[in-house]
């Protein structure tokens, strides 16, 4: 199977979990794609009724094209379970997310979510976090003084730009930045340490946040438990 089936193969076996009546967060990217693809057939053949709350216009938009209701965040007061994917996860179920620069609504809605699942092929699951590039969000206004301090702090920061040159911008119009950091030894402690940074929005480092985890394997899917 290449990358694509794997990344299908989670995607059907995600929505499996998925009850009647579930208010459900909606993750984005291209193993999430998937997901919804797999939980519109749901709603139409079985007439599943859920409520999902998406983490990006782009997750919103899919699923409200295949049949499934979407409301804001601050229309529902709870959410019951978070099915997204994840650019990385190590030995101890911390991720990093956002290579589609979309970890801040995911953040939200992940905090918010009674329990989380992320889908991932194989090529996901690593020792130790990044060699993936740690996206940042950042506020436009001032950010190049923003990526100097970064860069003085030694996290070989740059900006993600489009071909055309202009930034990459978030559904919350912002900036992304990405640290080119090759291995994060204690993810706690710089989690900290970027919080505390003015202008940084949100990293994306999500620690001791998934439940389950599901990774596409050649012999099938193999669903591991992070916390209950
Ligand atoms: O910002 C994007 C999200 O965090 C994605 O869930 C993550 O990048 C994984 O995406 P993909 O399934 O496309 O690898």
Do not use: C
Request: hydrophobic share 40%; glycine share 10%.
């Amino acid at each position: 199977m290449d990358q694509n089936a794997l990344k299908a193969l989670v995607g059907q076996e995600a929505v499996k979990y998925v009850q009647d009546g579930m208010i459900l967060g909606i993750g984005t990217g291209s193993t999430v794609r998937y997901m919804i693809d797999a939980l519109g057939e749901r709603v139409k053949n079985e007439g599943l009724s859920i409520v999902g709350v998406a983490t990006s216009d782009r997750s919103a938009k899919q699923a409200e094209s295949l049949g499934i209701t979407i409301k804001q965040l601050d229309e529902v007061d709870h959410l019951d379970l978070t099915i997204d994917g994840a650019d990385e996860i190590d030995d101890n179920f911390q991720g990093i997310k956002g290579g589609g620069a979309a970890h801040l609504w995911e953040k939200i809605v992940a905090i918010n979510s009674t329990k989380n699942m992320w889908i991932v092929d194989e090529s996901k699951m690593v020792h130790h976090l990044g060699k993936f590039p740690l996206p940042l969000e950042v506020i436009p206004f001032g950010s190049s003084h923003v990526l100097e301090k970064l860069d003085k702090m030694g996290f070989n920061p740059t900006f993600r730009m489009k071909e055309d040159g202009s930034h990459v911008l978030t559904d919350s119009k912002n900036y992304i930045i990405d640290l080119h950091l090759g291995r994060i030894d204690h993810p706690h402690e710089l989690a900290n340490t970027l919080n505390g940074i003015v202008g940084v929005v949100e990293h994306g480092l999500f620690l001791d946040t998934v439940n389950t985890v599901i990774v596409g394997r050649q012999d099938g899917p193999e669903v591991l438990n992070a916390r209950d």
